[in-house]
């Protein structure tokens, strides 16, 4: 049946279903899939979505872990996705029903004091909202407020699973990391993490031409990935000993870039520890325990700080280095799972090592 028989049938017998299944969070370690309402239109600039693709972000295990307690009882997690318009509010002009589009995991206004300095994280009717303080995408549908700023239409004939990553991991990884990081041609590059926002930062820093890019991580399986992502050297932190390795790659200078993508102390410490003078530090890992900055050794060595949440601003150059095949994210996909199986992938994403899991793609065919 194609999708306008469906829609007629709907509109004939009068039978289309107010309700959805969706993976719902109900406190620190506890989700479900259930049935949800069906989102309808609240405001005049909203889109209604029906997912096709969407994945599990290390956000979201974040906030299965308690770190983020603004996410109440009963929230409907995930910030990416691809999908088809299905309706859209009155104020809506760039989008049209059956339209396929890529979800931003920012909501943007497009007006405010924040969205016009291109902080699209800050909006103040919008920023990180999905799956945070309204419902996201890992469910049958979701509704997209300010959908002309939100939403980009997904190029003709586009791998959905490539374009989910564009989301979110790939402007973050690239937003946060390199160009917080300020990644230069000749730079040393260290990203510690080297799961999926830590190779995403791994694949676009290679547009500047660093000398050389170091991937620290725990698990061996993830660093074979960066290593075969372009990674120049690699190094193995499981043993607590990764500072000193480092150190002795560069010659005792230590890293012009470190890039923070685990967002735990260890994690941080390593950066602090493994910057040249003058060297630059962008977290980007999502942090829910207070880590110790050491000024007292890094308060006379020309260091930089940056934080940031990913604002989204480089989407659309994302979108153009993906058609031209400069990038391709789709090599960071593992494991692919029905949306309706969306309980046993997030099993598989929260035992990444075992599984050699990175990102974990939830179709709704």
Request: aromatic share 6%.
């Amino acid at each position: 049946m194609t999708k306008s028989q469906a829609l007629m049938e709907r509109v004939e017998t009068g039978t289309q279903k107010t309700t959805m299944k969706a993976l719902v969070f109900h406190g620190p370690g506890r989700r479900a899939w259930e049935d949800k309402p069906r989102p309808t239109i609240k405001d005049a600039t909203d889109a209604i979505v029906r997912i096709k693709t969407s994945t599990i972000c290390g956000t979201d295990l974040h906030i299965l872990k308690g770190d983020l307690p603004a996410v109440t009882d009963g929230r409907v997690l995930g910030h990416e996705g691809v999908g088809v318009v299905e309706n859209v509010g009155k104020a809506v002009s760039n989008f049209h029903s059956g339209d396929e589009v890529v979800i931003s995991c920012v909501t943007a206004c497009g007006k405010c004091e924040f969205c016009r300095k291109g902080m699209y994280s800050h909006c103040k009717d919008g920023g990180w909202i999905l799956g945070y303080l309204i419902d996201g995408t890992q469910a049958e549908y979701v509704r997209i407020p300010h959908a002309d700023t939100s939403l980009y239409a997904l190029p003709p004939g586009a791998d959905a699973e490539a374009y989910t990553m564009l989301s979110d991991i790939l402007p973050t990884g690239f937003e946060c990391g390199v160009l917080n990081g300020q990644v230069k041609p000749g730079d040393t590059v260290a990203i510690v993490g080297a799961g999926p926002i830590g190779l995403a930062a791994l694949l676009t820093a290679q547009l500047y031409s660093p000398a050389e890019i170091v991937a620290i991580d725990l698990d061996a399986n993830r660093l074979d990935v960066a290593r075969s992502f372009g990674a120049t050297s690699v190094v193995d932190s499981s043993d607590g000993k990764a500072i000193e390795r480092v150190m002795a790659l560069t010659g005792g200078k230590g890293v012009d870039v470190a890039i923070e993508a685990v967002g735990v102390p260890a994690s941080f410490d390593i950066c602090q520890s493994i910057l040249a003078p003058g060297g630059r530090l962008a977290n980007v890992g999502v942090h829910g325990k207070p880590v110790e900055l050491h000024l007292e050794k890094l308060w006379d060595r020309n260091i930089t700080l940056t934080t940031r949440l990913v604002d989204t601003i480089t989407t659309p150059m994302l979108f153009k280095l993906v058609q031209s095949g400069r990038l391709a994210p789709q090599k960071l996909v593992t494991h692919r799972f029905a949306l309706a199986d969306v309980m046993k992938a997030y099993d598989t994403f929260g035992d990444a090592a075992k599984q050699h899991a990175l990102k974990v793609v939830l179709k709704n065919d």
